[in-house]
């Protein structure tokens, strides 16, 4: 089957979801029987339920997820077992910490005000096209940098400036895509000669590592001249990389935070966690709100009754208010699944409640782009746009399990940076919705990217005009 899916490339989530919906919700895929390549492609929720969830313990990323993704290191994602235990207590014990949750609000505020806002203000100014999709990237790699290393490249400026991190993000993203389907023999040899896509990839793992190593260095001057002029622990201890560099390690058996390379896999790591799939929803949405008007009409009303103009604060708790714009993000990361592929591989052989088997190390992939367009898990409107699906009939929000809203994992390994992502994304679209009108430029063609993450390959082609608003 592989020849077959490679024409089909350009468009593989939708091409997935149409086989899916006519296949009961799960395919075996074969590849060429020497390389491997077999798998079974599934949008179950009965099947994520029982591996991510009841049998959780059964399956594991596996080791060639993690060869794969091997310039990640040996951050959270690709950790498995008693590693990962471990990243995960860590992870948890930072992202809960009251003086992330409160440098996170600070940070994403700052950066609307100094960054989006003057930038949204010269395209509506110089009435210019640009790319929605390149600031929202922007705006995310600035806030995610400054939440990892606590320090800010100010990629988001009227300048648009190249920069060379959030380059080798990309470079490292395409070539992974192009890693899933290639015999790993083929594309080991290829990085190891140096030729064809790979070459990117030994690229883009020069610059994480020289600056990576730039951070670290800097952070532990940031620090030791802190405790020479007497200042606080609190003047430098809000940002990912001082939490760990500070992290008590006795706790801990396999982790080692005073290594360079640990501290070096935890930046790429939270560089990826934060700044793609934010960035994407945020587009997706966008673009479904160009198309649903009445929707932008709802929202507005909405953000005029729970936030008078005379309030210009944002407190998390006003937020939560917001049912109605909480729908429609919902519902745009239902259509548009930033992460489209989840995988995991059973450690012994199993049979799924989909009645399939599976064999030690086979490759399960849980496509949850898909699983948000399926009529018989969504109903018959399941391809449509519609915020009001997630609200009760009291006005309340309306709650779906994890296996059926795949979007952010399921279970022990969910995101941990849910809730944070909603008030990062209420924020912008009540900044922009309030005071902006947006417009796609008329025949801009959507095209999704093959990849990791489900960027527009064409970018979103906008103009943006300042709304006239009487107090
Ligand atoms: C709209 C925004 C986001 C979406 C849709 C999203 C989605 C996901 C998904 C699908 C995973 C599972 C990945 C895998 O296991 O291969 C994941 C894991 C994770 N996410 Fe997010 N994420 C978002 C934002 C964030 C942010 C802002 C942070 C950081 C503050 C974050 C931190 C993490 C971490 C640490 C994990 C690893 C959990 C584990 O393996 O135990 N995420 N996220």
Redesign the pocket.
Known sequence: MLPGVLVVFHRINDYIAEALEVSNLTFALKGPWFFGMNMLITSDPANIQHVYNSNFSGYD?GPE?KEIFNYLGDG????DSKL?EE??HS?LVM?SHQGFQSF?LRTFVSKIKYGLVPVLDHFGETNKVFDLQGVFQRLAFDV?LT?VTGYDSNSLSIEMPENDYAKAMDDANEVIVYRHVKPMILWKLQNWIGVGVEKKMIKANATFNRLCAKYISSKREVIQSCQHSNIGEEAHDED?LSFYMKLDTSKYELMNPKDDKFLKDTIK??MI??????A??LTWFFWLLSKNPKVVTKIRQEINTILPRSNKSLDPDMLNKMVYLHGALCES?RLY???PF??KSPIKKDVLPSGHKVDANWKILFA?YALGRMRAVWGEDASEFKPERWITENGGLKHEPSFKF????SG???????K???L??KTIAIEIIQNYDIKVVEGHKIEQTPSMVLHMKHGLKVTVAKRCLVS
């Open positions: 990323k997820f959270i994602f690709s950790a990962w990243l995960r992870a992202i996170s995610t939440l990912i790591t939270f966690a934060g700044r793609d799939a934010l994407t929803t990361l699944a930033p992460v989840e995988r949850a795949f979007v952010f994992n022990p390994r969910n995101c941990l940076g849910k944070l992502s909603f990062q994304m």
